[in-house]
């Protein structure tokens, strides 16, 4: 973790190279520093301002809802996008409904995608205090499940519902508070268990056991394995994740309890998004820094070679089927010129 960043919501200035020299000068909106979807993006401006490419200040901490919007409306250059957000943009739906179809649609036409990674597994935690019985205890208990707004909530309340049958305030009750008060939340212990994006290991987790020991219960595997969890698991930007248990899979002082030697969960993948109108050029580059320099970005944090960063698999980028959004052209040929094959419908 040489160069984790541990306040939430920061503008992180990572350009180390002096502004007088880089070509362009950029905006970029992504997750709490601690991140897969934030190392990236943090990983990329370093080396983009090293090389002299691009200036990018950051700002971390974002609800990624409003930076895919600012992003389509040109108010920011670069943000982080979990796939299922262009997709109900696109449709005018849950956070973007007050847009309606039509301004969703024309929004999301604006985006493309540069390169894509695996943000987060979701999964529900509890302390051992707790001696909380698991997704079967879910009913009248109160759950932390994520920030008042956007597309982690969504995720959360989509699964207590697929493993349970229930919707907050009828069988559990919910609480959202931001990401920067998150590691709080958990510790203050008013919440008897949480619903939320862990990597492996999980930075946000790991600080939390330092209180007490944790459990991380692995999704049902009749849940995840039958009709509702296999489409859930191939819904846009979603990912069904079959992890090996291994020691410390989420951190120290932290056990999976799974009905097997695996633990199981749904993840969201999604990428770094810019308009489709940004010069092909300066996508080319800033792709091209990306897949150069994958090798620094994956020794950033220990979460990160479990980033999927790389991939070009469909089913591991959230590309194609019913994601609107396409690769841009510059990124295109980075990654073709870099020898990898991007499948036709991921291409504009």
Known sequence: MSKLIKTAGVIAAVAVGSAAHAQANLTGETTPPTEIAAQTMLGVAELAATSG??????????????????????????????????????????????????????????????????????????????????WDALEGATVYNGPPRGAALNKARAMARLATGMDEGKGYTGVQVNWGQAVATITDGSADAHILPMNFPDARHSQAAASGGMVVHSFPKAAFEGEPGTKFGKAPGSAAVVQPIEDELFGPNIRVVSEDEFFRGYADIGGDVVSVSMDEELAYALTKTFLDGMDKITMRTPSMPKGWLGETDPAMTGMCGPNPIKYHPGAVRAWEEAGYTLPDCAKP
Do not use: H
């Open 53 to 134: 490419l691009a200036n990018i200040q950051v700002a971390a901490g974002q609800t990624l809802t409003n930076s895919v919007q600012n992003v389509a409306e040109g108010k920011t250059d670069i943000a982080a996008a979990p796939f299922i957000l262009p997709f109900l943009m696109s449709k005018g739906a849950g956070p973007y409904a007050s847009l309606g179809a039509d301004k969703g649609a024309e929004l999301t036409a604006n985006l493309s995608v540069l390169y894509t990674y695996r943000f987060a597994v979701f999964g529900l935690s509890s302390y051992e205090s707790k001696n909380f019985g698991g």
